[in-house]
């Protein structure tokens, strides 16, 4: 049953148990209304309950016994009757009080009192006064059916009311759920639901929604991107290790002719090559499979201050100095930022070497800002080629490695809402910041 049908379900019940109620309670306090009227009518006839006693039998054998209220009273020598009683005939007069019997079909209320004779010798005399109750239940039933067939009205009304209020209240879900089964026909890009503030609760499921939505696009566009980087990446791999294995391939031919030492050299070198530029895809393919629970807070410093002792442990004799106040914590992937500032040292130690001959100084600087710095004194990046260098497979002029270090950093940088900068520093040494900004938000 739809939400909005259930609502009017609900509202009619309603409705419909407060109309019985409404009912019940109207019966019987115009049944305890009529009640207590007769009962004071009684009452009343009571005051004459000693003339009638001192009168009974005078009365009983004249023209007045026709037009007396119903009356019985009880005497020492019998039960004088007057007025309307019913046929039947009612239960002995033995006591004062009130009582409510059935006779003829019909109820009758009655009341006795109790008179007391004029002297000492004689007994009580009990007086009963009879009123027939039989009016006062045809108006009760007539009442019932009236209340009953306006309460069917009103009932109805009300169902007819629920329905469309049900509606009106389930309108808001009946519109998302049509948005939501709209999302089918349209790219990630366009899953979203418009945020619906007409409840509050209403608004909570679609804002969530929204965000839900927006999430997942973003996590189906970072697999398309994943999946086409893969594809890109198989592609560059098998064309920059052909060359290489291909090489090995010729070297291990040629050792088998009796040329061993020098050409196996050069095939473990080929190999070498080979597998460094295989972790490096490796590695570069990470990047577009991290999600937020990769994410932690850390402090740049100390990633710096790691990613240092890693160079450090292969045995450079690069002067690596880090500069920067302490405390500066990002929400970041850290493996991927020591990994990224690990290569952007590598290419220091491999590509800025002083012309001079000079001793290589290497400065990693961490700033306020979420910048990790890496700068040496060596002849710098020409400009013409900051951009290509960036790209999967791309190297410098003078470089023999993979080609991914700098195709790592720059991915980092985008995974963090961040920035890759290249250029020189004012000693004319290669000057490359690494900027990690926040994660960006999905929607």
């Given at each position: 049953m739809k939400l909005a049908d259930r609502i009017a379900l609900a509202a009619w019940l309603s409705g419909a148990l407060a109309v019985v109620l409404v009912t019940a309670v109207g019966t019987v306090l115009f049944s305890r209304s009529v009640n207590n009227r007769i009962d004071e009518q009684l009452e009343d006839r009571s005051r004459d309950a000693a003339a009638l006693a001192a009168l009974g039998d005078r009365i009983e054998n004249s023209e007045l016994s026709t037009i007396v209220d119903g009356t019985r009273i009880a005497t020492d020598s019998g039960?004088?009757?007057?007025?309307?009683?019913?046929a039947?005939?009612?239960?002995?007069?033995?006591?004062?009080?009130?009582?409510?019997?059935?006779?003829d079909d019909e109820s009758w209320r009655l009341y006795a009192v109790e008179v007391l004779p004029g002297s000492d010798t004689g007994n009580p005399t009990l007086v009963e006064f009879v009123?027939?109750?039989?009016?006062?239940?045809?108006q009760r039933r007539i009442l019932r059916r009236r209340v009953y067939t306006i309460g069917g009205i009103v009932a109805a009304?009300?169902?007819g009311l629920a329905l469309i209020a049900g509606r009106k209240v389930a309108g808001p879900l009946t519109r998302l759920a049509t948005q939501v089964r709209r999302l089918d026909d349209g790219p990630p890009d366009n899953w979203t639901v418009a945020i619906d503030d007409s409840t509050p609760e209403v608004a909570d499921i679609s804002t969530a929604l929204h965000t839900t939505l927006a999430r997942l696009a973003d996590a189906s566009r970072r697999r398309e991107e994943a999946l086409t980087a893969a594809r890109s990446f198989a592609s560059s791999a098998s064309h920059e290790l052909r060359t290489p294995l291909q090489s090995a391939m010729?070297?291990?031919?040629?050792?088998l002719l009796g040329e061993a030492m020098p050409h196996v050299e050069r095939a473990r070198a080929e190999l070498d090559r080979m597998g460094t530029a295989l972790d490096a895809?490796?590695?570069?393919?990470?990047?577009?499979?991290?999600?937020?629970?990769?994410?932690?807070e850390v402090d740049l410093g100390e990633l710096a201050d790691q990613a240092a002792g890693l160079v450090s442990a292969e045995g450079t004799a690069a002067g690596l100095r880090i500069h920067g106040p302490e405390g500066q914590r990002r929400r970041v992937w850290a493996d991927g930022v020591r990994l990224a500032i690990v290569n952007l040292i590598r290419n220091a130690i491999r590509h800025g070497s002083p012309v001079d001959g000079s001793p290589l100084r290497?400065?990693?600087?961490?700033?306020?800002d979420g910048s990790i710095t890496v700068e040496d004194n060596g002849p710098g990046i020409p400009e013409t080629e900051r951009e290509r260098i960036r790209r999967p497979f791309e190297r410098g002029a003078s470089s023999t490695g993979s080609g991914l270090g700098l195709a790592f950093v720059q991915r980092v940088a985008e995974v963090h809402g961040g920035a890759l900068e290249i250029g020189n520093g004012p000693s004319g040494g290669a000057r490359v910041i690494l900027r990690v900004g926040p994660r960006p938000s999905p929607g």
């Open positions: 039960v004088v009757e007057l007025g309307r009683l019913p039947e005939g009612l239960p002995p007069l033995t006591e004062p009080g009130w009582r409510t019997v059935r006779a009123e027939p109750l039989g009016d006062i239940t045809a009304l009300m169902a010729t070297n291990l031919d040629v050792a895809v490796r590695r570069l393919a990470e990047v577009d499979l991290i999600d937020d629970r990769m994410f932690e290497i400065d990693i600087t961490v700033t306020p």
